[in-house]
């Protein structure tokens, strides 16, 4: 049986880890260019090369150590090349090393059934089969896991989900190899060729449970996020509808006032005259941001955030052309601005110079788009990942939706939207399409 696991060409499998890696580092956030990115890969692929293919003749007792080296090393590499948590590199990883443990089992098994069985032995056939296979392969892996890590690594992948993939990866590797070590069971084989027919089919059962697994997950938080987003959604509104009455309130204040002008103007005590006159006052201060936008649902959500602002000593500033939003529906001004100013107004409140906490709001057109900017002062440099802030909160599975549901709501006019961090400003640049002829949605 030693003169199977001899017949393993190393340098295959340490390609195959390469490439899988690969796979990886273009689906995740990257931390350096391009090509120091590929620099690196490739001295990773050097260093793989070197380490299985010396290692190729040892005892079959240190063969299992040796591949775990050889799994370290692709943690390191996604480690140095992304910019991702350490339970998103570790998930990589194991569904790399799987990967590269199917994608080189098949390519042995075919090429010993097209060549290696009949005596052919030709170095440009074994390259060609490398290129072809490894590329396929690996290709449809890279489109299948695209669509998925994308929106895991947006979240942060769970310890749970990081042990389930480690369990997996550490099964399936166990039993595809179990020939080597126990030959001659119901369940392994003594025979050269099939033992990778067994290896490769359990390989490739463990590729499809994983991205079953990965599927399931998938399907899983889309409905925590559409969840998430409607409740967000009708929060945003909730508050629209308070802000709205409060108005509404004001309004009847202020056209009661001329009443109350009639009354003092009567009021012959002087006392009690001027303790009216400070009780309106007071009144007239408490509820002074009456704000005309042009939009009466702006307005609404302006003067409430402001409110909350001025409890917190924050400076909120606006420059706003209402009208412009006229053709926006009601639930996606709430939610574009509500959640960015609750954003806002958030970050501001752990500002500790008080002199610092700035909000400014400016909505304007230019060349037929409009322009909507939210900015606030930020002492520090929020990380931002998918053009959307990570954020510190000890719960990230259940944050991070103001900003994705302002996306979805721009994303409904054609708009984009652009997060940035600059000179100590964290700002949202959102441009829309300005519709023609008065068009709505």
């Known amino acids: 049986m030693e003169l199977v696991y001899q017949d393993i060409p190393r340098i295959h499998t340490a390609i195959a880890e390469w490439g899988s890696c690969i796979v990886f580092i273009l689906i995740l956030n990257k931390k350096y260019n391009s090509f120091l990115t590929g620099t690196i890969t490739l001295i990773f692929l ?3 090369c070197l380490l299985l293919s010396m290692t190729g003749s040892v005892s079959l007792c240190l063969w299992f150590p040796i591949m775990m080296v050889a ?17 998103v ?8 090393f799987l990967i590269s443990e199917f994608t080189a089992s098949l390519e042995w098994l075919l090429y010993y059934y097209i060549a290696y069985s009949r005596g052919i032995s030709i170095q440009l056939l074994k390259i060609i089969m490398i290129l072809v296979i490894y590329s396929g392969v690996l290709f449809c892996i890279y489109k299948l896991e695209k669509s998925v890590l994308k929106r895991r690594s947006e979240l942060a992948i769970s310890k749970k989900e990081m042990f389930s993939v480690l369990l997996l990866v550490l099964v399936v590797f166990v039993f ?3 020939s080597f070590v126990y030959p001659n069971t119901p369940f392994t084989s003594i025979s050269f060729y099939e033992v990778f027919k067994l290896r490769t089919l359990i390989d490739f059962a463990g590729v499809i449970i994983l991205l079953a697994f990965q599927i399931h997950m998938k399907e899983i938080i889309v409905v925590t996020e559409l969840n998430a987003l409607n409740v967000t959604l009708r929060n945003q509104y909730t508050q629209y509808m308070q802000y709205q009455e409060r108005i509404e309130m004001i309004s009847i204040m202020y056209h009661d006032l001329k009443h109350q002008i009639i009354g003092l103007r009567a009021e012959e005590d002087e006392k009690k005259r001027l303790i009216w006159l400070d009780n309106l006052d007071n009144e007239i201060e408490k509820n002074k941001n009456f704000i005309v936008t042009g939009n009466k649902v702006l307005d609404a959500i302006l003067d409430g955030k402001i409110l909350v602002a001025r409890k917190h000593g924050i400076e909120l500033t606006y420059v706003v052309d209402g009208k412009l939003l006229d053709f926006m529906h009601v639930m996606d001004i709430c939610t574009i ?3 960015a100013l609750d954003n806002a107004i958030e970050a501001e409140v752990f500002e500790a110079d008080r002199s610092q906490r700035l909000i400014h709001v400016s909505v304007s057109s230019k060349n037929e788009f409009i322009f909507i900017k939210i900015e606030n002062y930020c002492s ?15 719960d990230p599975a259940n944050h991070g939706y103001g900003l994705k549901s302002i996306r979805l709501s721009i994303e409904k006019y054609s708009g984009v939207m652009r997060v940035s961090t600059k000179n100590n ?12 002829g008065g068009e709505s949605y």
């Open 337 to 339: 601005f509500g959640n």
């Open 89 to 96: 590199i570790t998930y990589c990883t194991a569904g790399a």
């Open 46 to 48: 050097v260093i793989q």
């Open 380 to 394: 520090y440099q929020p990380q931002i990942i998918n053009g959307l802030i990570n954020t510190t909160k000890t």
């Open 425 to 436: 400003w964290f700002t949202i640049n959102i441009m829309i399409p300005q519709p023609i």
């Open 176 to 178: 595809s190899n179990l």
């Open 71 to 87: 799994a370290a090393n692709m943690f390191i590499l996604l480690r140095i090349c992304c910019n991702e948590k350490l339970t």
